[in-house]
C-alpha cells in the first residue's frame, strides 16, 4: 500500500476545500441553471471520492491499529552542511 495516513489526510483535506468552493459557485444568485447543476454534479463526484478517501484512511488506520500494516519510515540522509563527506580540494 503506496497511501499513507498523512498522504491520505492530505487528499481530504484538499477535496475538502474543493467541496466547499464548488458549493459556493452553486450557491450563487448570478449564475445559470445549467451552471448550478454542473456545479452540483462536480459536488457529487467530489462527495464520493471523498467518502473513498475516508473509507481507505478509516481501514489503513484500522490495520495499522491492528498489526497487520506497519508503517515504513523513510530517513532522510543529506550530505550537504555535513563536513564529514566534504573532500579536500586539490592543490592547483
Not at 5 to 23: A, N, Q, T, V
Not at 78 to 88: A, F
Request: glycine share 4%.
Amino acid at each position: 500500500m503506496a497511501e499513507t495516513i498523512g498522504w491520505l489526510c492530505d487528499k481530504l483535506s484538499i477535496i475538502e476545500l474543493k467541496l466547499y468552493h464548488m458549493r459556493e459557485q452553486a450557491e450563487r444568485a448570478d449564475v445559470t441553471t445549467e451552471f448550478r447543476t454542473l456545479c452540483l454534479d462536480k459536488v457529487g463526484v467530489m462527495v464520493e471520492q471523498r467518502d473513498d478517501l475516508a473509507n481507505e484512511l478509516t481501514q489503513l488506520f484500522g490495520d495499522i491499529v491492528a498489526g497487520r500494516v506497519v508503517p515504513k519510515v523513510y530517513r532522510q540522509f543529506k550530505m550537504y552542511n555535513d563536513p564529514q563527506y566534504r573532500t579536500k580540494a586539490a592543490p592547483t
